[in-house]
């Protein structure tokens, strides 16, 4: 078991005061945006004239780093872009699926990279300055006026510029977005010892019905887990099921709904990033560079408030925007997650079989990076800047559907 590192009794000071800017979760998205904000990196070079350093504060109900949220998986160029290399584990070049029929090894036009949670968000965490505190969040004050009320298990504490990097339940929100009726897959995975060289995917009816298993090597340990796109369908069984298949032990659990649908990244004042704003994409669920490319985008339009450079009410609209922007993009993984259960095994089989030629899975994978590529972190684009950026990814991505639509006909 993990040492519980969060505060607890007596440790539990009272917690108020204002703020200029609050992130509440400490996790991929909520650290990406806490960079941006907080971080040395980027930021205009201090002299006298300089304004006062803005007071960023960042919560969680768990230390950084104490609760692992995913199997860990990421393109390396991410985690290298971020200067995340250190947390790395193991690196693959290549991806072997599994269908009822097959087994295709897929190269990889880039490498993804298993990592250690705890160590990632470390890296990620010394790249701001901003004050930490353990603090389970309850929610917010009446909306209205400039200033939100952020109710906290500790006490209340108020900023102007308030972020929801809180994971699905999207706290700051308003309720109701409830599994199994809202659009979230159910994902859970064991951790045991153990090694391997391939990062495997099984797409099989027998193991799930609509979703995939997974095996993630991370040098010392498997990350043996299932997702199930269908929030009904219960997936314990069929990972202890696929653990046992693999000869690995069903230990160290670790499970959450994922949301598959994007939802508003704006609402009643509150910036909302990361799977809050159902930023994991849908088919795959990736949503670990996700989460960093929308914190990212959050946190320079933060940054740009914070400067004078922009309005907060411009931000709100302009990082709404950039999400919005890129909703079509959510909605045909959307429609691919929900064909592919549909394809008969053997079609399943004979497509892999096709979709392996090198040609192929470059092509495919490279556009499937694009959707949240790396060099967005290198960008050190200003707001107005990643609008035109935003809007000229829109156009590639429209010419290159253009093509594909092309090819498939
Ligand atoms: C089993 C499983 C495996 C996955 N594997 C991968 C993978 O390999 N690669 C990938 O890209 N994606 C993966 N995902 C998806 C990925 O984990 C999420 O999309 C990603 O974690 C989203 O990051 P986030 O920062 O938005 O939210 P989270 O990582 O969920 O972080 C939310 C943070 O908010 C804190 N928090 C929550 N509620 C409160 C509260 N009330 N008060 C204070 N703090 C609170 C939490 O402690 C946490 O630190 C997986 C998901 C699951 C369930």
């Not at 796109?229 to 219960?234: E, I, L, S, T, V």
Request: with cysteine.
């Amino acid at each position: 078991m993990p040492r519980r590192r969060t505060k607890r009794g007596g440790e539990r000071t009272p917690l108020a005061g204002d703020y200029d800017v609050i992130v509440c979760g400490a996790s991929f998205a909520g650290l990406a945006v806490a960079r941006e904000v907080a971080g040395a990196w980027g930021a205009t070079p201090p002299s006298a004239a300089s304004p006062p350093p803005p007071r960023v504060l960042v919560l969680d109900r768990y230390e950084i780093g104490e609760r692992q949220t995913s199997a860990c998986a990421a393109p390396t160029a991410w985690l290298e872009a971020l200067g995340l290399e250190g947390s790395i584990r193991q690196t693959f070049d290549r991806l072997v699926m599994h269908t009822p029929h097959s087994s295709v090894r897929f190269p990889l036009p880039w490498t993804f990279s298993t990592f250690d949670y705890t160590q990632l968000c470390h890296l990620l965490d010394d790249q701001n300055d901003a004050d930490f505190e353990t603090a389970k969040v309850e929610g917010r004050g009446p909306a209205g006026g400039e200033t939100i009320e952020i109710r906290t298990d500790r006490g209340t504490v108020s900023a102007p510029l308030v972020v929801d990097a809180l994971g699905w339940r999207r706290i700051l929100g308003p309720p109701g977005y409830q599994p199994p009726d809202a659009p979230l897959s159910r994902g859970l995975e064991v951790h045991p010892h153990g090694s391997s060289d391939d990062l495997e995917i099984w797409i099989d009816r027998a193991i799930v019905p609509a979703g995939y298993g997974w095996s993630f090597p991370a040098r010392d340990e498997v990350r043996v887990g299932v997702g199930s796109f269908d929030p009904r369908f219960h997936v314990k069984d069929p990972t202890v099921e696929l653990a046992a298949q693999l000869h690995r032990d069903a230990v160290r659990y670790q499970g959450n709904w994922i949301p598959h649908r994007l939802r508003p990244a704006t609402e009643g004042g509150v910036f909302f990033a990361g799977d809050s704003a159902g930023h994991c994409l849908p088919l795959t669920a990736e949503g670990i560079r996700t989460a960093f490319y929308f914190g990212i985008a959050l946190g320079r339009e933060l940054r740009a408030v914070l400067e004078g450079r922009t309005t907060r009410e411009a931000a709100l609209r302009r990082y709404g925007a950039f999400s919005d922007a890129h909703e079509w993009k959510f909605r045909w993984m959307l429609r691919a997650q929900r064909a592919v259960p549909r394809v008969p095994p053997r079609v399943l089989a004979l497509a892999s079989r096709a979709m392996a030629s090198r040609a192929f899975t470059h092509w495919s994978f490279d556009h499937y990076l694009r959707i949240a590529p790396p060099s967005f972190v290198a960008a050190e684009l200003g707001p107005d800047h990643q609008d035109r950026a935003g809007e000229q990814q829109h156009d590639a991505d429209h010419a290159r559907e253009r093509d594909r639509r092309l090819l498939e006909a």
